[in-house]
């Protein structure tokens, strides 16, 4: 059975600072997306990473991949408030099905 | 651009009473997929359905829950009997195909509360 795992949960940060979200999952995997959510809202497509080793960036975030170790990471580059949201990675197993982490609820204070 | 659509965006049910919710997939999507969110908590895999009939189910998806294309357009999840562990948010998503780059695109959700 696929686990996610997302670490940290909960992450209170500054503006200004960086930090990294980890996503570690249990089983192989050929995809892996990330989320973001506001609150009570839908789910926003951030990046799907393909490969391993695939980088990706979109403003102050980057995610990357590397499947040998089965690890994502978002980072974030001088968080604005802007940033604060609930983001999840989310893997895909056979058929497509996602299985998604517990998701880090971000709050990046002025 | 196209977007995933659901309806109702909030429906309040007694325990016990029937629920559909709905969902008008992207246009040229083939597999359709059904997600929950218990507030609060992380999203669940539900059910995808591709080619009219269902390809993969999770344990929470027992015989109370169905699933219908009843028309070109539509995708529906129902209830049968609702219970009040039923509460959460529905995502519904759709993709192109399953190989690639084919993304799912979720939809806004309905906020299904069961009193």
């Known amino acids: 059975e696929l686990k996610v795992e997302q670490n940290p949960l909960f992450l209170s940060m500054q503006e200004g600072k960086n930090y990294t979200i980890y996503c570690n999952y249990s089983?192989?995997?050929?995809?892996l997306y990330w989320y973001r959510q506001d609150p009570g809202k839908s789910l926003e497509s951030l990046f799907v990473?393909?490969?391993?080793?695939a980088v990706k960036q979109e403003g102050r975030l980057m995610a990357s991949l590397d499947t040998k170790a089965r690890l994502s990471t978002l980072h974030i580059t001088a968080a604005v408030h802007d940033l604060s949201a609930t983001y999840f990675c989310?893997?895909?197993?056979?058929?497509?099905?996602?299985?998604f982490g517990g998701g880090t609820r971000l709050m990046v204070k002025p | 651009e196209p977007e995933v659509t659901q309806t109702p965006s909030h429906q309040v049910t007694q325990m016990g009473q029937e629920v559909i919710l709905r969902c008008v997939p992207i246009s040229n999507h083939l597999y359709f997929y059904w997600y929950r969110q218990i507030l609060g908590q992380k999203v669940e895999f539900l059910v995808s359905f591709y080619n009219n009939e269902i390809s993969e189910k999770s344990e929470i998806f027992d015989d109370q829950f169905s699933v219908e294309r009843p028309d070109g357009s539509n995708f529906t999840l129902k209830i049968r009997s609702t219970k009040l562990e039923d509460s959460a948010m529905y995502f519904c998503?759709?993709?192109?195909?399953?190989?690639?780059?084919?993304?799912?695109?979720f939809g806004p959700g309905t906020r299904l509360t069961v009193t």
């Open positions: 990473l393909l490969s391993n080793g």
């Open positions: 989310a893997v895909v197993n056979a058929g497509n099905m996602l299985t």
């Open positions: 998503a759709s993709s192109e195909g399953l190989a690639g780059t084919y993304e799912q695109y």
């Open positions: 089983t192989t995997s050929d995809r």
